[in-house]
């Protein structure tokens, strides 16, 4: 049974652009959250997916997006990268929104 | 704001002794609590869980202990082993939706 999976792993971007990163929830789960976790800080909350909404959201800017699909995988766009937005970037699901999160190894991002 | 902040940074042991790494938190609307542990490369893994209806609770080698009085979560890892080195997590929500994380102790296991 597959955990979580997210890609790419590692992502190099520059200042202005615009990054997709993208996750596949765990077999069996239809709710998706997604957090930023900057170097040697504990992660922060950027929103989560079910039913394709987004049900609730943390203090992230409106250049942060996100989408999900109806096979329950989930995407997460950031628009006009800043350089402050390096960071890994990590995608959790569960077996509905009050259950156990289980996360992905999560995407490197890098703004140069 | 409201956050979750643990004690220590750091927190070297000996292998084969316990493990207690403390954690604050200020919500005292938060009624669910976490422990992640998170490995280089790797996200965080789910260690144990406790409901603010419970003061303790026990896993495998795992023990996590909640004071809601002076909003004090602990976990406290019996016969520490190498595998046990990472940095661990305390999450806690008020409604399980979103998770609020500390900053995390980095836990060194020395042979």
């Known amino acids: 049974d597959a955990g979580v999976t997210q890609s790419p792993t590692h992502l190099i971007k520059t200042r202005g652009q615009q990054v997709t990163l993208r996750c596949s929830p765990k077999s069996g789960h239809d709710t998706v959250s997604w957090y930023q976790q900057a170097l040697g800080q504990g992660p922060q909350f950027i929103f989560q997916y079910y039913e394709e909404e987004e049900r609730q959201r943390g203090n992230f800017p409106d250049r942060f997006s996100g989408h999900q699909f109806p096979n329950y995988s989930s995407e997460l766009n950031v628009n006009a990268l800043l350089l402050g937005d390096s960071a890994l970037y990590l995608c959790?699901?569960?077996?509905?929104?009050?259950?156990?999160?289980?996360f992905g190894s999560g995407t490197q991002l890098s703004v140069l | 704001g409201e956050s979750v902040g643990l004690h220590l940074p750091t927190l070297s042991v000996q292998e084969g002794d316990n493990s207690i790494i403390n954690c604050a938190y200020s919500?005292?609307?938060?009624?669910?609590f976490i422990w992640y542990k998170q490995e280089s490369g790797k996200g965080p893994q789910f260690i144990i869980d406790i409901r603010s209806n419970m003061d303790k609770r026990q896993g495998q080698r795992v023990t996590v202990l909640l004071n809601k009085t002076v909003k004090h979560l602990s976990l406290q890892i019996a016969a520490t082993q190498p595998g046990d080195s990472a940095v661990y997590f305390c999450a806690e929500t008020p409604n399980d939706y979103k998770l609020s994380f500390g900053a995390g102790t980095t836990v060194t296991v020395r042979a």
């Open positions: 959790a699901s569960s077996r509905g929104r009050k259950e156990k999160l289980f």
């Open positions: 919500n005292s609307a938060s009624d669910y």
